[in-house]
């Protein structure tokens, strides 16, 4: 994940966006959720977004299904 930018606002401060169900937050998923590393885009890959912008919301770019 380095060098991205958010292509609205520029922020390097940039999540994974992670699909699926979790059944339960393993330290490390909780640790990265904690340090906004991912977020979670739920069960049901909608959007096709692979990252967000943590500082303006945007997300953007594919995922591979």
């Not at 991205?4 to 059944?23: F, H, M, N, Q, T």
């Not at 991912?38 to 591979?64: E, H, T, Y």
Request: proline share 3%.
């Amino acid at each position: 994940m380095k060098n991205l930018k958010c292509p609205r606002c520029g922020s390097e401060d940039v999540a994974e966006v992670v699909y699926g169900w979790i059944p339960s937050l393993s330290e490390n998923l909780k640790r990265d959720l904690d340090n906004r590393k991912i977020v979670l885009g739920g069960c049901c890959v909608d959007s096709n977004a692979r990252w967000q912008c943590n500082k303006c919301k945007r997300k953007w770019g594919r995922f591979r299904i």
